[in-house]
């Protein structure tokens, strides 16, 4: 069962945290106007009911619940703030005359509070803090039982709040193309989570001192201000406009005064008790709202803010975090003919990069794809005027290419696109670089080496499809080449090994088409006689004794032949990694040995080309009567 004590420090524990998470709940503030005070709004609403109970003792959870209620309407502020304070008046209603409450005594309440919420808003709108709270409470009635404790009900009650917040940008169009939930939703998730703390015994959430609380400093850099980055919106009434009535006539009905208020603005929540009655409606006539009010009593408390400036506030806060957040470009080195910037994911892969000369690293590949912002940004901290970017991934080429596009306006930096489509690609163009020849020269080199490469892939198939005449099942293995999908007949030495990493079974289900080739077995026994045993098998192959035997011959050639290339290809590769040992011997050679051991023989052809091409132009010797024009000598006898 839940004390006066427990739940009176429940209710200071849900005021600290949503206090201590207002910032985040601002920053979430899109609806119904972005204005960007809904956190800071429930922050002072239940900090009204935070004082009160931080200086009496009540003795039972229903005095409790009734003190707090009667602080929260008359400290509510914001359309938040008055619908969080009418949910507890409602829960305090299903308190009332209880000392402890139990599981569904807090249902009950919880209840209540939904239905004084719904009543009081002229038009509910789904998709806000009403849809959260109210089917936290329709499930956890359903989910309620006669056993159940406090806490396990509680736990309910948050997570079927967490759930509707999830599905808030379904029902508002405008949080889904933000990309947040609703800041009022957010923030009675926070003041839930607060309470349950006290709940299952761990104490008081410890809070800010002082109205001007923010959220802890390593979580305020985290805070997207969804609010800000609205630029565009149109107020039609845009003064938030609150006040509280002190009744003259406790019988004067004020459904009048809601009607009138409805009639001049929107967003509209009044709610009264014996003593006074608690406005607030969004206008463009404030003074009409406060004249039509006083024939119900005296106005006190009265708060009018300008929305529209709120809203610019937010703009230029967002543009001031952004303009402060953005890295300054790096001063051109004039020594530093061009730089580099690659688009590469894993730390081997980048440091290989880095060790080809490469200054900046952008993290990114497949399914992580970097915006030209990011490429740009990279460009601008290269110490070069120009620079060449290496994508490395055809879905990346576009946003290089923009980034070139953006450069080019600015002036800070020339960029360069040498449109590389995979990692292999990227580390043939950077060995291409000639640093003494002129751009466009390297840009033609390094695309050519570029061209040169061949690149395998293993991936999965993303759905059932058909190509070229192959039936391709979702969730089975492809083989791709340069990025198309690859199939193949198994017949020599290189084709045996270049494929065995697939890791497919020898079946037509596969991604990669792995059958043998009988022309080099019993010539009795056509390949078609075989090819039909299988296609027509359906569990399990029945083959000959003929058959068997020309299989089993041609399997041993694979195999033979298979291992042949291996060998081949492990020779290949310790020649390739000689060649770059005495090309770049500024790199960390068991990088590159890690490299090479996954390259196809193709590749390692490639790279072996490049890295002797290199080796001759770094080992050519001069020729003795070499013109001397280029030389800078003080000795004279053999210049001609």
């Known amino acids: ?43 002072m609403t239940m900090g009204a009911a935070r ?30 703030g008055v619908i969080t304070s009418l949910l507890f008046r409602g829960f305090s209603k299903g308190l009332k005359h209880k000392s402890e409450a139990g599981a569904a005594d807090l249902v009950e309440a919880l209840e209540i509070g939904v239905a004084a919420a719904y009543k009081a808003v002229m038009k509910p709108t789904e998709g806000t803090i009403l849809t959260v709270a109210r089917v936290a409470a329709e499930k956890s009635r359903t989910a309620l039982t006669d056993t159940m404790e406090p806490l396990e009900i509680w736990d309910l009650i948050i997570q079927y709040a967490e759930e509707a917040l999830a599905q808030t940008p379904e029902q508002l169009p405008v949080l889904k193309k933000a990309g ?93 008790d014996d003593e006074i009655i608690k406005c607030h409606v969004h206008t463009a006539h404030p003074g009409l709202a406060l004249e039509k009010a006083g024939t119900y009593g005296m106005l006190t ?62 993290s990114g590949g497949q399914t992580m794809n970097p915006s030209t912002e990011d490429i740009l940004h990279a460009a601008e901290q290269v110490p070069a005027m120009d620079v060449y970017v290496l994508p490395n991934n055809k879905n990346i080429v576009m946003a290089a290419e923009q980034a070139a596009r953006l450069a080019r306006t600015s002036g800070v930096r020339r960029i360069h696109v040498v449109p590389t489509t995979t990692i292999p690609q990227g580390i043939s163009a950077m060995m291409a670089y000639d640093e003494s020849a002129e751009i466009k020269d390297n840009v033609e080199a390094m695309q050519e080496a570029a061209s040169r490469v061949q690149s395998g892939s293993v991936t999965f198939a993303a759905r059932d499809s058909d190509y070229d005449g192959h039936q391709i099942k979702e969730g089975e293995l492809l ?37 043998y080739d009988s022309s080099k077995g019993d010539k009795t026994v056509t390949e078609n006689d075989v090819r039909k045993t299988l296609q027509n098998s359906k569990g399990a192959v029945t083959l000959t004794c003929d058959q068997a035997r020309a299989l089993a011959r041609q399997l041993d050639t694979l195999e033979q032949e298979a291992q042949l290339g291996k060998s081949y290809k492990q020779e290949l590769a310790s020649q390739v990694v000689r060649l770059c040992a005495g090309v770049l011997p500024q790199m960390e050679l068991g990088v590159f040995e890690g490299v090479a051991r996954v390259m196809t023989a193709k590749e390692l052809q490639a790279f072996k080309a490049a890295f002797e091409a290199a080796d001759r132009r770094a080992n050519m010797p001069s020729p003795q009567l070499a013109s001397g024009g280029e030389k800078k000598s003080n000795n004279q006898a053999f210049v001609i």
């Not at 207002?22 to 709004?41: C, E, H, I, M, S």
């Not at 952004?322 to 530093?336: C, F, G, S, Y």
């Open 301 to 362: 408390k009265l708060k009018i803010e300008n929305m529209i400036e709120q809203h610019k506030a937010q703009v230029a806060s967002v543009k001031e975090q952004q303009k402060a957040a953005a890295p300054q470009a790096a001063e051109i080195d004039p020594a530093l003919t061009a730089g580099f910037v690659a688009v590469a994911a894993g730390d081997g892969v980048q440091q290989l990069f880095r060790d080809l000369g490469v200054q900046q690293i952008v």
């Open 51 to 80: 004082e009160d109970l931080l200086h009496n003792d009540y003795p039972t959870v229903g005095d409790v619940a009734g003190k707090a209620a009667s602080a929260l309407l008359r400290g509510a502020r914001g359309n938040s």
């Open 180 to 272: 947040v939930v609703d800041a009022g939703g957010q923030g009675l998730v926070y003041i839930l989570k607060g309470m349950r703390q006290v709940f299952a015994g761990e104490g008081v959430v410890p809070g800010i001192a002082g109205d001007t609380a923010a959220a802890p400093a390593e979580e305020a850099a985290t805070v997207v201000n969804a609010a800000g980055e609205v630029e565009e919106v149109d107020i039609n009434n845009p003064y938030c406009t609150e006040f509280l009535v002190m009744r003259d006539d406790p019988k004067h009905d004020p459904a009048g005064l809601r009607a009138y208020l409805e009639s001049i603005g929107d967003c509209v929540v009044v709610v009264d």
């Open 1 to 43: 069962m839940i004390t006066a004590k427990q739940l009176s420090e429940a209710y200071i524990s849900g005021a600290n945290n949503i206090e201590n998470n207002r910032q985040k709940v601002d920053a979430l503030n899109v609806f119904p106007v972005p204005d960007g005070d809904t956190g800071t709004n429930m922050s």
């Open 479 to 515: 083989a791709l080449e340069n990025g198309k999908v690859a199939f193949t007949v198994l017949s020599d030495a290189t084709d045996a090994y270049e494929w065995s990493f697939v890791a497919v079974p020898a079946q037509r289900e596969a991604g990669v088409v792995k059958h």
